[in-house]
Each structure stands twice: as structure tokens, then as C-alpha cells.
């Protein structure tokens, strides 16, 4: 007879725990653990357990398992999701994890996906099926966004409403779709654990098997995955470990820019970001981002400023909006939307140091415009030069671009990708690139743009 036990699994980290703790030894989290049902089995013996069983490459290439693609639909996403010289898109018999954050548009952009599959296929060839796992949502809400989405009459869709994985996957084998959906990943468990819907258990065990079935029949599958308030994928890590490819969607929810990036892709490169704006008929490929992100009505306004940035291979540029005034209080306020607080603090504190600019006295508001969050350091310059601007009240002429990153002595540092970055940037329509390739320091920078004497 099994032996049943308890054990108290960490929600964070996975850890185990013989009884209940506060906080958990393993990655530090608070109340996080939950008490979760195993059994334990009578281990089989060496002497009785059957030999594996290997296979030669001759063997694997007798197989001939085809590992092909199809396209998404999104020229975007299949660069995301790496190419061959022939095919591009996904591939058949993966297991792809789309995360982030609630309302972004990750069942919207999956819908679609869908949706361009079956477009794609010819008047005489029979129309794909698609399968939809319904953890979250009922049929009648998908069938409510794919009418949205789509003028036209799709019939060849399967809805699962079963939050149990091992029934649907068994009809799943019997259908044979084109690819499945499962929408979420932490909304589903498995019979062979006890534990909850969506405690770290039953996610790993569930993945193991929506991977397990993917493999064996040939069939891609989508998992919708959530995130944690710190921005992580809920769940545990070996989640991430268990999938073939990683996607992310990103971007404020108060606009309409969306970001898809691959952490983790067994296919393809990792360096590739995929540009979308969301609209009322779903997911749309954004071609030219950079014509979206820089608008010609604040040209010749001082604190507007180009910068030059690079999101995976693909060099953007971006408008930097700097407003400095007198501040009215006794501690001045460093506002960012787009850009990290502390950059605002360092570049305030070197253009007081090294360019005589008394920053320490006025209010500094500084965005990127357009909503893109902007991480990488190549917009130092960019934003230290649009504070300048924006203090001496002198525009800076739309036609120059700056990337570099600034140090605390002044100096206008390399960045990766300088040579690229710049070729892009002529490509997009700058005339000149301001970087550390023609200036040292962020003073000789300000003086040729005549913003200090």
C-alpha cells in the first residue's frame, strides 16, 4: 500500500519543507509555502528493471522525424521564432510558453495565430483544427474573440473545458490537431498529483505532460504562462526548463506598443524582438517602429531629443523628452517613465560636476516617448543631452542622433553594437550619429550643440 504524506512545497522556488515555515530556506520568499499530498512508492529494485533501450544516429536518421516549420502568420514572430534557409515559423512537435502580464493580449495574439493557420491553407486542402484548452475562459468568450478577430466562418476549432489534463489529452491523440492552446497553464492539473491547480506541482507535472504528448505525436503546443508582481513567470523554474521556447510579450497596458522577445529558444537566436501595435481587430505587425515611436510635431521644441537603441538585431530610434523647471521644494524631484530613476540621478549629478549645469536646483521629468521602457545604457547621452536642452531652453536639430553611454567622469563610453547601431540609424534617415566614435565627453558634446559656453 502507498504511504501518504505530506510535504510543504515552496510557490516560489519548488523547495520542499517538512513542515510549515514563514519564510522559505531556499530563495528567501514569505508565506509561500502550501502544504501539498504526495506518495511515496515502494522503490523497484536494479536487479528487476528492464535495461534501456538506446538508439544508434544511423537508427535516429532511419526515423526521419520531420522537424519542419509553419509561419505564424507574423512575419515578426517567426524571426522571433528562428528560420532555416527554407522555412520559417514553428516548429512541428514544440512546446512554446508565452508569458506576461494580465490583459497584454497573450489569448488575443494566440487566437490570431490560429486564425492566420487556417486563412493560410488553400480552398482545396481541408481546413486545420485547432484545439483550446479552456482553463480560464468558456467556449463562448473565445468564440466571442474569434469573430472579432476574424470576418470570416471558421469552423474547425475544438474547445476543452476540462481543467483536467489526462482526459483532453487523450481526445487530443484521437483528433489530431494542427497545434493546441493552452490557456493557462497554471488553471490545469493532473490526476497523479493531489495538490491544487496552479501550485508548483501541479505546473511542473502538467508541463511534463503536454510536453511528453507534443513529442510523441508531432504537434506544436502553445501554453499561456502568468507572471509573478515581480515580473517573473509564475511557477517554478524548471517550468522554463521543461519548454522549448520562451516568449514574452511586453509593454504598458496604456499603450499600444508590444514587445515579443524569446529567453529561450532551442531554435533559433535569442537576439530577435518581434514589433506589434495592439488595435481593435487584435495584434498588428509593426513594419517601421521607429516611424510609430518619433513623431515630426515636436521637432525644434527644446528637450526633445533622437536616441539610438537596439532592440534584439534591429536598431530603433526613439524620442527622448526631457522637462526641466525651477523646483518649488526643498529636495527637487527625478521623474521617469520609460527610464530608470537612478540613470536620472547619476546624469543630474555629472552634468552638475562636469558641465557646470546647477540641476541640483530644478524639477527633471524625463520620458521615452511613445511607452517603451528603455534598459540598455546607449541612451545616456541622449537623455544627459535632452536635459541639457531642456534647461538652457535650445532645441537641438532633429537631424542628429546621439548613442553612448555616460560614466561618472564625464566621458561618453562605447556601447555593444556601435558600428551596427549607427548604420541603422543613417538607414532610418539621421544624417549624423553622435557618439563616443566623435566626442569624448558629454562637455565637448554640449559645447559643439552650443547648450553651455
Keep these: 500500500m502507498p504511504k501518504s504524506e505530506t510535504e510543504f512545497i515552496c510557490q516560489s522556488c519548488g523547495w520542499a519543507h517538512p ?22 512508492t515502494t522503490g523497484v529494485s536494479m536487479a528487476s528493471s528492464k535495461p534501456a533501450k538506446s538508439m544508434s544516429l544511423p537508427e535516429v536518421e532511419a526515423l526521419s ?76 468568450q473565445i468564440l466571442l474573440r474569434i469573430k472579432r478577430l476574424s470576418k470570416s466562418e471558421h469552423k474547425s476549432w475544438e474547445f476543452f473545458t476540462s481543467q483536467q489534463i489526462e482526459p483532453s489529452l487523450s481526445a487530443l491523440t484521437k483528433m489530431k490537431p494542427a497545434f493546441v492552446i493552452a490557456d493557462s497553464i497554471q488553471s490545469f492539473r493532473s490526476g497523479t498529483l493531489t495538490g491544487a491547480a496552479g501550485s508548483v506541482g501541479q505546473v511542473r507535472m502538467v508541463t511534463d505532460k503536454l510536453t511528453e504528448w507534443a513529442k510523441k505525436n508531432n504537434i506544436p503546443v502553445f501554453i499561456v504562462g502568468h507572471v509573478t508582481k515581480g515580473g517573473g513567470i509564475a511557477g517554478p523554474k524548471v517550468l522554463e526548463h521543461i519548454v522549448d521556447v520562451v516568449l514574452e510579450i511586453s509593454g504598458e497596458r496604456t499603450t499600444d506598443l508590444r514587445l515579443v522577445r524569446a529567453h529561450k529558444n532551442r531554435f533559433g537566436a535569442t537576439d530577435e524582438v518581434g514589433v506589434f501595435q495592439m488595435t481593435e481587430v487584435g495584434m498588428e505587425e509593426v513594419l517601421n517602429p521607429s516611424a510609430m515611436l518619433v513623431q515630426s510635431s515636436t521637432a525644434g521644441i527644446p528637450g526633445s531629443v533622437l536616441a539610438g537603441i537596439l532592440e534584439g538585431s534591429r536598431p530603433l530610434l526613439i524620442e527622448l523628452q526631457a522637462l526641466v523647471v525651477r523646483s518649488q521644494l526643498a529636495m527637487p524631484r527625478r521623474v521617469g517613465r520609460g527610464v530608470a530613476l537612478s540613470r536620472i540621478q547619476v546624469l543630474a549629478a555629472v552634468l552638475e560636476k562636469h558641465c557646470g549645469l546647477r540641476s541640483s536646483e530644478h524639477d527633471i521629468f524625463l520620458s521615452v516617448a511613445g511607452g517603451l521602457v528603455v534598459r540598455e545604457p546607449a541612451i545616456d547621452l541622449g537623455c544627459a543631452v535632452a536635459i541639457a536642452s531642456s534647461l538652457a531652453n535650445k532645441s537641438v536639430p532633429r537631424e542628429i542622433a546621439f548613442v553612448g553611454e555616460v560614466g561618472l567622469l564625464g566621458e561618453v563610453r562605447s556601447v555593444a553594437f556601435g558600428e551596427s547601431r549607427i548604420k541603422g540609424l543613417k538607414r532610418l534617415g539621421v544624417s549624423k550619429v553622435i557618439s563616443h566614435q566623435t566626442h569624448n565627453t558629454v562637455v565637448a558634446v554640449l559645447k559643439e550643440l552650443k547648450l553651455i559656453s
Design 65 to 140: 522525424r520531420s522537424f519542419s516549420r509553419f509561419s505564424t502568420g507574423f512575419d515578426e514572430l517567426d524571426r522571433v521564432l528562428g528560420s532555416t534557409s527554407a522555412e520559417k515559423g514553428v516548429v512541428q512537435g514544440s512546446v512554446i510558453l508565452l508569458a506576461g502580464e494580465p490583459g497584454i493580449g497573450k489569448s488575443t495574439f494566440l487566437t490570431q495565430i490560429g486564425l492566420n493557420m487556417q486563412l493560410s491553407t488553400k480552398k482545396t486542402q481541408k481546413e486545420p483544427v485547432v484545439a483550446y484548452l479552456c482553463g480560464e475562459e468558456n467556449p463562448e
Design 19 to 40: 513542515r510549515w515555515v514563514g519564510q522559505c530556506s531556499q530563495c528567501g520568499e514569505w508565506n509561500s509555502l502550501v502544504e501539498e499530498q504526495i506518495e511515496q
